[in-house]
């Protein structure tokens, strides 16, 4: 019995890495192609839409004045160009820095949320916006965030080009990817995520996922969907489940880049993560329960990928190592022996592998240093989110059990080291 329950982990295990090393060569042939029609693409952007950039923000100020600063040097028209600071509930200095932008750039503005939206999640600021905003395209960005000045350009530019397309999603960078051991690891996950998850399933299905900044969608889709769903954690998952519902897909076009700061501590990034996997979580659960009503087939695919992600894969994890402990200490039957060190050698490798290639499509991420930190990081950092997923899960599943309301899950912010990406 240990030997079978062993060898079904192991399955679910390789199956993930397998599927990761088809998605990384996807994402490098998406690398190698995504540019080549811009050329013809800008045709096209002689008469260009109305947009409004939403940014919520809340207790923002280490932050907010260099992300409006990037804001002001954006690359569009300014005529059809309203940059909205949604202020919720801030207790810091968020609205009078924001104000003073306000004063100086006449397309930019600042809201405050009113009740019952007051103080109650990001996806409550974001439909405050929503119904106070005239843009025919949609573009968010979160507070810490400063986008190239073509960044906004591109994001239109890739609705303009795809009728079928409700939303163009961009790449984003890390900041401060030099500061701390933490942030190397992020800034590693973020490049795979993006080249390997957005960039891999483009190629391949024609399926991307919004994220929470740095993405444009169409008014006329968000006011069909009425807007974001308040309930949820990740607000951008639930909300590419539902786009995919209504027929249309999502295009991933690296072009449009922004740069934003990632927890440079162990206590944020753990408060960040957590809210990231608890909304991944409650989408699956939320959309399983309709399988047999969704319209799309993309949907299920992308439903199956995150439930394999978030349930099976990490299941798979946690009972293959949870054996081996057991079997260190109680003989339990288990007697896969060299196999299972040739197996989980082989894992690693094919890790290793993924992950350098996936970085070498950044050029600057391709160094020696990088390689030491990708192999720490399979034995620390990949084994931190095995526990976070189980954690996650438990306060999702009490939730759903207590009705707990959302509330606004805001990363602790550190003070700007450069003003990267903006002039850019």
Known sequence: MANTLFFISLFLIWVMLLYHMFLMEGGYLHFRSFEKPINQWSKKMDNVPSVSVFIPAHNEALVIEQTLRAMSRLYYPKDKLEVIVINDNSSDDTGAIASKFAEKFPFIRVIETVEPNKGKGKSSALNSALADSTGEIVVVYDADNTPERMAVWYLVMGLINDPKAAATVGKFRVINAAETWLTRFINIETICFQWMAQGGRWKWFKVATIPGTNFAIRRSILEQLGGWDVKALAEDTELTIRVYNLGYHIRFFPKAITWEQEPETLKVWWKQRTRWARGNQYVVLKF????????????????????????????????????????LFYDIGLTVGDIAIVLWVLAFLLFLGEVMITLSIEKTEMNRKNFFYVILMYFTYSQMWIVLVVWSLLLEIKRMFTGQEVQWYKTERFAKQSDKGADE
């Open 288 to 327: 399983l329960s309709q399988f047999f009503t969704l319209k799309r087939k993309s949907i299920i695919f992308d439903l199956f990928y995150f439930f394999f992600t978030y349930f099976l894969f990490f299941f798979g994890v946690i009972l293959s190592n949870g054996l081996f402990i057991i079997n």
